[in-house]
């Protein structure tokens, strides 16, 4: 996928996103207001997925930076924005509105990752695009070498005492590896 700059988004793209996304509806008992103009909301979201800027930079046509951004937010914890990345990722290549759109998909999944579950982390490592992730894939978590650790661990605490050196700290070692390095993901 190549970058390319910020556009407004075509009424057959918002179209098509306005059919993948959820209505944002308010919910009760909960202060604030929805976005009033979805398509602005999603070029605000888009803006600023391009520019790789700070929300704060948002110009006044796109509405307020914190409306977009909670936005966007509540659509990552509720699970849309998987479903668009695994729009985007099992697109036929002859689809050319989601072609246009996955590089603006794929930018504005990288400004959530600080709220994915570790579930969302893991369907982005294995069918998102390399434009989607916040790191290279080794600095993911892993979680069969997850599984595998906590594995030889607990055997390992079994008899501690029949360990021989040094065997904690190559577990405490793999369990790190295992926990990616989060430290290494660029969030822009």
């Not at 202060?31 to 070029?43: I, S, V």
């Not at 796109?62 to 990552?76: I, K, N």
């Not at 990722?89 to 709220?115: F, G, H, M, Q």
Request: aromatic share 8%.
């Amino acid at each position: 996928m190549r970058p390319h700059p910020f556009r407004p988004l075509t009424d057959a793209e918002f179209a098509i996103l306005d059919r993948l996304l959820p209505a944002c509806l308010g919910r009760p008992g909960r202060r604030g207001r929805p976005p009033q103009d979805r398509r602005r909301t999603l070029d605000a979201i888009f803006w600023v997925a391009c520019s790789k800027g700070p929300w704060k930079a948002l110009p006044p046509e796109f509405g307020r930076p914190d409306t977009a951004s909670r936005q966007l937010r509540r659509w990552a914890r509720s699970g849309h924005m998987d479903l668009l990345l695994g729009e985007v990722a099992n697109r036929d290549r002859y689809d050319d509105l989601l072609s246009a759109l996955a590089w603006r998909i794929c930018r504005a999944y990288r400004r959530i990752t600080k709220v994915l579950t570790i579930g969302s982390l893991m369907l982005l490592k294995r069918i998102g695009p390399d434009a989607a992730l916040p790191a290279e894939r080794r600095y993911l978590p892993d979680l069969n070498l997850s599984e595998t650790a906590r594995r030889l661990t607990l055997k390992a605490l079994e008899n501690p005492w029949a360990q021989p050196p040094g065997t904690f700290a190559t577990l405490a070692r793999l369990v790190a590896k295992a926990a990616g390095a989060r430290w290494r993901w660029r969030l822009t």
